[in-house]
């Protein structure tokens, strides 16, 4: 899997960045370039966090359920790791407001209203970048490992 980890890292960056643009252009009442191609981005989803939860499952096996998030993105830079739980937040208001906004409407038809692919959007970006700061952390953990192992006397014998 480590070999994976910076494709899919790459996969999820990319992921988040097309959902930010998604979430920035409906934020701003706009019709999404590309019309229904946006809901791949919903399928996109499950290309980079079914292997990020496989990777970070080895990592929760003895940690407490209230310290997972913070055992999971441990080896990200302070910076992100802030980054990665004000999302989180901004996720949940986002959410609220979604819900506020489109409930009592009549269901739409044809192409998503800007609030619909909003409130998509912010889970969108959740998830993809839960899933980039999961490979980041993965990948700073095996340099480091590695970097361990080749200096003299590092290997366990």
Same mark, same amino acid.
Request: hydrophobic share 50%; with cysteine.
């Given at each position: 899997?480590?070999?994976?980890?910076?494709?899919?890292?790459?996969?999820?960056?990319?992921?988040?960045?097309?959902?930010?643009?998604?979430?920035?252009?409906?934020?701003? @009442?706009?019709?999404? +370039?590309? /019309?229904?191609?946006?809901? $791949?981005?919903?399928? %996109?989803?499950?290309?980079? !966090?079914?292997?990020?939860?496989?990777?970070?499952?080895?990592?929760?096996?003895?940690?407490?359920?209230?310290?997972?998030?913070?055992?999971?993105?441990?080896?990200?830079?302070?910076?992100?790791?802030?980054?990665?739980?004000?999302?989180?937040?901004?996720?949940?208001?986002?959410?609220?407001?979604?819900?506020?906004?489109?409930? @009592?409407?009549?269901? +739409?038809? /044809?192409?998503?209203?800007? $609030?619909?692919?909003? %409130?998509?959007?912010?889970? !969108?970006?959740?998830?993809?970048?839960?899933?980039?700061?999961?490979?980041?952390?993965?990948?700073?953990?095996?340099?480091?490992?590695?970097?361990?192992?080749?200096?003299?006397?590092?290997?366990?014998?």
């Amino acid at each position: 899997m480590r070999v994976l980890t910076y494709p899919f890292m790459l996969i999820a960056g990319v992921g988040f960045l097309l959902s930010l643009i998604a979430h920035l252009v409906a934020l701003f @009442g706009k019709s999404i +370039p590309g /019309g229904g191609l946006v809901w $791949a981005l919903h399928v %996109g989803i499950f290309m980079v !966090w079914i292997p990020a939860i496989l990777i970070s499952k080895g990592k929760l096996d003895h940690v407490p359920a209230q310290r997972q998030l913070d055992a999971v993105i441990a080896e990200c830079p302070g910076w992100m790791r802030r980054a990665i739980k004000i999302l989180f937040a901004y996720a949940i208001v986002n959410f609220l407001l979604f819900i506020i906004s489109t409930t @009592g409407h009549p269901r +739409p038809t /044809g192409s998503a209203p800007a $609030a619909v692919i909003r %409130g998509f959007s912010g889970h !969108w970006m959740i998830f993809y970048s839960m899933a980039f700061v999961t490979f980041y952390s993965e990948a700073k953990s095996s340099r480091a490992k590695r970097e361990v192992q080749d200096r003299p006397g590092g290997r366990a014998s």
